[in-house]
């Protein structure tokens, strides 16, 4: 279950980085 909950993460913060590149700090 946390293993789904932080891949779903990842992919959310994925999503929101390409949408917003200056949302996240960058990797």
Same mark, same amino acid.
């Given at each position: *279950?946390?293993? $789904?909950? =932080?891949? =779903? #993460?990842? $992919? *959310?913060?994925?999503? #929101? &980085?390409?949408?917003?590149?200056? &949302? =996240?700090? &960058?990797?």
């Amino acid at each position: *279950m946390t293993f $789904k909950r =932080l891949d =779903l #993460v990842e $992919k *959310m913060n994925d999503i #929101v &980085a390409k949408h917003y590149p200056g &949302a =996240l700090p &960058a990797k």
